[in-house]
């Protein structure tokens, strides 16, 4: 099973993450934006955040997350590559793992609610975001 993949879009980035579960879902997000960001590594250490959210609704917990992870790649100079989360309705628990970036190809500006969708089907999550770039 593979862990995303990189839908066309004409202007934006629209990414499709699968799992067994959520959590993983929300986990192979952070692996297609190292995709998509080609950042430059800074040094080999690895760095660790806690983070934690709670939203209105599933939906809103997503992309609260992706705006939390944009936000810190942002501030922090940091991408995250790794992340152990607990899921419980609409509060995400964990942490995320990464290391520090120079720069980044490519940055992502937003996770957006256009075309929003997370869905189970045959014990299969998925989840598509269109992101701001």
């Known amino acids: 099973m593979k862990n995303y993949e990189i839908l066309e879009h004409t202007a934006d980035l629209k990414i499709r993450a699968y799992g ?25 250490s690895l760095i660790s955040r806690k983070i934690q959210i709670k ?3 599933l939906e809103s917990l997503l ?10 790649m942002d501030v922090n100079k940091e991408i995250y590559t790794r992340a152990e989360l607990m899921i419980k309705g609409n509060k ?7 290391q520090k970036v120079k720069r980044f190809q490519t940055e992502i500006k937003a996770a957006t609610w256009h075309d929003l969708k997370i869905e189970k089907k045959d014990n299969l ?9």
Do not use: H, R
Request: aromatic share 12%.
């Open 63 to 72: 992309i609260d997350f992706l705006s939390e992870i944009i936000y810190l």
């Open 20 to 44: 067994e579960n959520l959590e993983k879902v929300f986990s192979n997000f952070l692996k297609a934006m190292v995709e998509v960001c080609q950042p430059e590594i800074d040094s080999s």
């Open 125 to 133: 999550w998925t989840a598509t975001v269109l992101f701001d770039i």
């Open 92 to 98: 995400l628990k964990g942490e995320i793992k990464g």
């Open 55 to 57: 939203a209105e609704s």
